[in-house]
């Protein structure tokens, strides 16, 4: 099982911004969907974006225009810009990177934590 690597995270105000990397500790082939998740305590795992590996995005509604995923497919990493944090988006951040087909995974980071205070 390949490791995800997850940095970025921390503490920050209201209105502040974070930016969250996601990358494998070893080479993987590429993954088909890479995306963030978010877990704040006491609540279900939410997708909060994904991005396919033709770049196509898709968003929580309540973070879109605010956060932005991208990918980098060469080392196979995913980012997720967050601006204009708020501090309902507090929760441990997941990343997920998943391949179907041929030399199949579903790979989880550890999770990193980001909080905003008010």
């Known amino acids: 099982q390949v490791q995800l690597v997850e940095s970025g995270g921390g503490l920050v105000q209201t209105g502040g911004s974070l930016r969250l990397t996601c990358a494998p500790a070893k080479t993987i082939v590429p993954p088909n969907v890479m995306s963030w998740h978010r877990q704040a305590p006491g609540k279900q795992r939410e997708m909060v974006a994904t991005?396919?590996?033709?770049?196509?995005?898709d968003y929580k509604d309540s973070v879109k225009g605010r956060f932005t995923i991208s990918r980098d497919n060469f080392k196979h990493e995913v980012y997720l810009q967050m601006n204009s944090l708020k501090p309902e988006d507090t929760a441990t951040y997941y990343c997920?990177?998943?391949?179907?087909?041929?030399?199949?995974?579903?790979?989880w980071g550890q999770g990193t934590q980001v909080t905003v205070s008010s």
């Open positions: 997920n990177l998943v391949r179907d087909g041929v030399l199949r995974f579903d790979l």
């Open positions: 991005i396919s590996k033709d770049g196509i995005t």
